[in-house]
């Protein structure tokens, strides 16, 4: 089994940054990619960016290129995703996902292990 949690998440104000934590936990060696993704209200789950556990592989939805950075700590158990220059339409809940399986991080059906999400607002 393997736990993630997520954090950072808040309130901030239009091209203010802000960074996310996913805590991976459990069976963590059996981990292939961990993943972020989003869902506003009224909205369906979207993706927006995952790296792979081990390697240096990262993938990004496009709104999230140029702004948004997947990084990892040298336990490779925390996975980080910096979001930059926020804008409204950023308002969500963002998830961490966990996948074990080789399967294709951009997709939603590919994660096993989902966290709670933490709230991100973007208001001036």
């Known amino acids: 089994q393997v736990q993630v949690l997520e954090s950072g998440g808040g309130t901030v104000q239009p091209g203010d940054s802000l960074r996310l934590s996913c805590n991976s936990s459990?069976?963590?060696?059996?981990?292939?990619?961990l993943g972020w993704f989003r869902q506003a209200p009224g909205k369906g789950r979207e993706f927006v960016a995952a790296g792979h556990r081990l390697g240096f592989s990262t993938y990004y939805a496009k709104f999230a290129e140029g702004r948004f950075t997947v990084s990892k700590d040298s336990t490779k158990t925390i996975q980080y995703l910096q979001m930059d220059s926020l804008s409204a339409e950023d308002t969500a809940v963002y998830y961490c996902?966990?996948?074990?399986?080789?399967?294709?991080?951009?997709?939603?059906?590919?994660?096993?292990?989902w966290g709670q999400g933490t709230q991100v607002t973007v208001s001036s």
């Open positions: 459990g069976r963590t060696d059996d981990i292939f990619a």
């Open positions: 996902a966990a996948v074990t399986t080789h399967s294709d991080p951009r997709l939603i059906d590919s994660y096993e292990y």
